[in-house]
């Protein structure tokens, strides 16, 4: 049986009840990451088991990835309406079902239908998961809850191959899938036994004019935007259609939001002084983070010549110096607010991601797996903390809106990330005939034998090369995130309006 308990109030620790709607948040974030990043390693496999081209298994990131664009905008609304844990227990249902017709898909086109499916729940997971955890802990705590959140998004991109890879090698591709269904039935009996009960305030109408005006909007601009690498150029239709039709769409959300009362995303939430210097310190963040992010993975792939279980591996490192500082900046956040911590990370990523400026195709691993926990450290020190401080100073019925808008932040900062340093290693290697054939052969195109061995290392010599001018780039963007984030609190965040955040009882559930 449950019993509802407000948070405490004088208390800085996590609580067992806290604790446990923690544990049950991370499960399911884990699925919804760990998915994205487990398929981008199979997506060879699936070439050759459906005979299909390279463009067309894409599809199965993409469609994930547009249902994700499509279902966030409304699940701040839907949260208010109908309650977070109905919700998040819908989300998990949407996503195992998903996951298990994945498993059985006959051919690419099912897959690409089913994995659309998947993204509808997972695109639900880690915003309700946000809202779920800071109304559980209360404001003066949401610096450690984010700390836990943190987790599975830094960790899954890291964990992702590696977990991929060895599903792959030891069963078969449908256990990528398969592996989701038992730790979602999992989570699902979590969920149902441990989360509070819902209170929903039924008071605001849907806005259904801004729901056809942003969800396409955003699910259009992404697609032009994840279609840069594959046609090479910003200028292509197929790129510069989508895209703009997206903004468009986008722009003219933002005219509608500013009219109406209670649209479907709060753009009055940027009067919010946190939130907004959050949001664009967020933005340029995980633009230059996730491009590279996509980046550290590929060398170790194209030039080194490694495996997929191995590549993950060798990520390692990043991961385990992001859980040694993330929970110290989770309690740090709640008693000296987000910004030291903040610039201070961002440093360490810079130092971190210095020696693969430099890099060649016999780099010294030590050197690099060295800067790899760098910048592990400097990652546990600055994505949670720049969460908290957006969502540390919103009243009880802003965080649903507010972890809405940060996830759409996220995902549209990081589509552009990984579009834009695509296009910039693409057109690096191009430059060199010896590099572009050399990538040939690494992604399996033209046969080794075919390529004459001084040829093949002239190219790798280039690949590495090309790695090393782009990671150049993506150090400067890193380096400039400094300008937002001084700019970030630098002493304990208080509640907007306490008055606001005790008119609503925030319960926890306890056994």
Not at 50 to 72: C, H, P, R
Not at 256 to 267: E, M, Y
Not at 303 to 308: I, K, P
Not at 332 to 344: A, E, M
Request: charged residues 10%; glycine residues 10%; contains cysteine.
């Amino acid at each position: 049986m449950s019993v509802a308990v407000q948070p405490d109030a004088g208390s800085d620790k996590l609580d067992p009840g806290v604790l446990r709607v923690a544990g049950v948040v991370v499960l399911g974030a884990i699925m919804s990451i760990l998915d994205v990043t487990v398929v981008s390693v199979a997506l060879p496999t699936f070439q050759s088991k459906f005979d299909a081209s390279y463009a067309t298994v894409a599809w199965t990131m993409t469609a994930y990835t547009l249902a994700l664009a499509t279902v966030i905008p409304i699940t701040g609304w839907a949260a208010d309406r109908f309650g977070t844990k109905r919700l998040y227990l819908l989300s998990l249902v949407l996503f195992l079902g998903g996951s298990a017709l994945c498993s059985v898909a006959w051919d690419i086109g099912p897959l690409i239908v089913f994995r659309a499916l998947q993204g509808l729940g997972g695109g639900m997971l880690m915003p309700l998961g946000m809202t779920i955890m800071t109304r559980a802990a209360g404001p003066h705590r949401v610096g450690r809850v984010m700390a836990v959140l943190g987790v599975p998004m830094l960790l899954g991109p890291i964990g992702g191959p590696i977990l991929g890879g060895w599903l792959i090698e030891a069963a078969s591709w449908h256990w990528i899938f398969l592996i989701n269904v038992p730790i979602g039935i999992v989570a699902f009996v979590l969920a149902l036994r441990v989360l509070p009960k819902d209170e929903p305030h039924p008071s605001e109408s849907f806005d259904f004019v801004g729901m056809l005006l942003l969800s396409p909007g955003l699910a259009l601009f992404l697609y032009g935007v994840s279609s840069i690498p594959e046609a090479g150029t910003v200028a292509a239709a197929k790129v510069l259609f989508p895209a703009i039709t997206g903004l468009v769409l986008i722009l003219a959300f933002v005219f509608h939001a500013l009219r109406k009362d209670h649209p479907l995303i709060d753009l009055g939430l940027f009067k919010n002084r946190n939130l907004t210097i959050s949001v664009v310190t967020m933005t340029l963040f995980t633009v230059a983070f996730m491009g590279a992010m996509l980046l550290l993975p590929s060398y170790f792939l194209q030039v080194r010549g490694e495996g997929t279980l191995d590549a993950g591996l060798l990520l390692a490192p990043q991961g385990i110096g992001a859980m040694l500082t993330m929970p110290i900046a989770g309690r740090l956040t709640d008693r000296i607010g987000p910004g030291k911590l903040v610039l201070g990370g961002i440093v360490l990523i810079a130092l971190g991601l210095s020696p693969f400026t430099q890099i060649t195709a016999d780099s010294s691993y030590g050197l690099l797996l060295g800067g790899l926990f760098v910048m592990g450290m400097g990652m546990g020190m600055t994505m949670m903390p720049m969460m908290s401080a957006a969502m540390a100073s919103l009243t009880h019925q802003q965080v649903a809106r507010g972890s809405t808008m940060m996830n759409i932040v996220q995902q549209t900062a990081g589509s552009i990330g990984t579009a834009v340093m695509s296009v910039i290693l693409t057109n690096q290697v191009l430059e060199s005939q010896a590099a572009t054939a050399y990538s040939a052969v690494t992604r399996g195109q033209v046969p080794r034998e075919q390529v004459p061995p001084e040829v093949l290392t002239q190219g790798q010599a280039s690949l590495a090369d090309a790695f090393g001018q782009t990671y150049i780039i993506a150090l400067v963007l890193i380096v400039l995130c400094v300008v937002p984030a001084l700019l970030l609190p630098r002493k304990r965040i208080e509640p907007a309006s306490p008055e606001q955040c005790a008119e609503v009882p925030v319960p926890v559930a306890m056994h």
